[in-house]
């Protein structure tokens, strides 16, 4: 959500913003509303004055009978006018408060235009591919070829875009989990959380999810107002809803692992085989809270400690700036980090890093006391995978595949594998 007042005093920068985006939000309207409703409120607030002052004198003893029935027949010409202004109010409020949610955040001015993904700024590569040939086989024929993989016995059970993984493999993946959470609590700050993978949809519309992504989620049948989340992103940033957060706090670094649901909505042919793009998958995600003229450096920061996973598993990947075109509407800047498939011979996304700036501290009302100011001011909310786990164990069982199907265990994982440096 973006102040309106910003949207009022500056216009052209968010119109300059929304059309780097290639985005259709309808400003005119926007601003045409926001007059109107302003309008709107302003006449309400004079016409409940004047009643209140209407009140007082038909109460009064000093009028005489005559003049108080004149008074009463205004008071009811007032309150219908007041009613009909009451009733319209709350009509363009609807229009209003959908717009407010809906309109992406401001650009920040390093991120490069772009319509797509194809223009994208590469930041930096870590590592030597491995250049895909006849030997390479993908996760797909890996993961079969041991039987340690199974997508025929996740169909039975729920359809397509989902995977059964076993015995050494499905230890592999839960070894990658704990590393990943060890790696981020002991060297890099951040404390763990255990969250709920239901939410609430305020919560999802405090984190941009709701209403505009609607259909990318999965939502539980029934009277309970129940959402799977697509993310830990989603419980993490919405715990500090409703705060007024000390200085002393900040930052605030959270990670979790958690399960993720995503409906995939409008993806039909993209990466329907194997664990590229799946209905539920894993997640150590990583979020922080920070002063606002910090957000920039923790951006920074955060994204290394996303990279440094991969550092410690020894996986080739890049980082990207995304452009105008391919950054989330909730994020002012996002880099995204690839790592590399040698299967498919590129970089695939791993992680995306993000600065929300104040857009969904402003949804979730977070903000931080400022002890020069005396004020209370919105905080910055980041986040990022550290990684996504499934992505993460195609990589590894891809990069470190050997001529006979077996895979080497990364050496940062090994301790988490009863010492075993083979599979």
């Avoid at 409020?93 to 235009?113: A, G, Q, R």
């Avoid at 772009?114 to 086989?137: H, M, T, V, Y």
């Avoid at 290394?304 to 700036?321: D, F, G, M, Q, T």
């Amino acid at each position: 959500m973006i102040d309106p007042k910003i949207i009022r005093k500056n216009r052209d920068l968010i119109a300059s913003s929304l059309h780097k985006r290639s985005s259709n939000f309808d400003l005119d309207y926007f601003i045409e509303l926001d007059i109107k409703v302003r309008k709107i409120q302003s006449n309400i607030e004079d016409m409940r004055s004047k009643k209140n002052l209407i009140s007082k004198d038909i109460g009064s003893n000093q009028l005489l009978d005559n003049d108080k029935e004149e008074l009463k027949t205004e008071m009811k010409s007032l309150n219908k006018i007041l009613k009909e202004s009451e009733d319209k109010i709350s009509e363009l409020m609807t229009d209003f408060n959908y717009l407010s949610k809906t309109i992406p955040n401001i650009l920040h001015e390093s991120v490069p235009s772009g319509k797509n993904e194809s223009e994208n700024l590469e930041i930096k590569k870590w590592g030597e591919p491995k250049i895909s040939n006849d030997r390479i086989k993908d996760h797909v024929e890996l993961g079969e070829k041991s039987g340690e993989i199974n997508f025929e016995e996740a169909s039975k059970l729920s359809g397509s875009r989902f995977t059964v993984i076993k015995n050494n493999y499905a230890k592999l993946h839960r070894a990658l989990i704990a590393f990943m959470l060890d790696h981020q609590t002991n060297n890099n700050g951040y404390t763990e959380h255990y969250v709920p993978s239901l939410v609430k949809s305020r919560s999802l519309e405090g984190t941009g999810q709701l209403p505009k992504f609607e259909s990318d989620l999965f939502k539980i049948d029934g009277d309970q107002d129940f959402y799977l989340i697509p993310t830990a992103e989603v419980p993490l940033t919405n715990l500090i809803r409703d705060r007024i957060v000390d200085e002393t706090e900040l930052p605030i670094k959270m990670v979790a692992h958690t399960p993720c649901f995503r409906s995939e909505a409008g993806s039909y042919g993209q990466d329907t085989k194997g664990m590229i793009r799946q209905h539920q998958f894993e997640k150590v995600e990583l979020v922080q809270i920070v002063k606002p003229e910090e957000s920039y450096d923790a951006l920074e920061e955060l994204t290394n400690h996303a990279e440094s996973i991969l550092k410690k598993l020894e996986l080739p990947y890049r980082v990207v700036l995304l452009c105008a075109g391919d950054t989330g509407d909730t994020s002012a800047k996002t880099y995204d980090i690839e790592v590399w498939l040698p299967s498919q011979n590129r970089y695939r996304e791993i992680s995306s890093c993000s600065n929300c700036e104040s857009f969904q501290s402003r949804r979730i009302k977070a903000r931080w006391k400022n002890n020069i100011s005396g004020k209370s001011e919105y905080l910055h909310t980041l986040n990022g995978s550290g990684l996504a786990v499934g992505r993460t164990f195609i990589a590894v069982i891809e990069n470190y595949q050997q001529e006979d199907g077996s895979i080497i265990v990364p050496k940062a994982l090994r301790a988490y594998m009863d010492n075993k440096e083979v599979i």
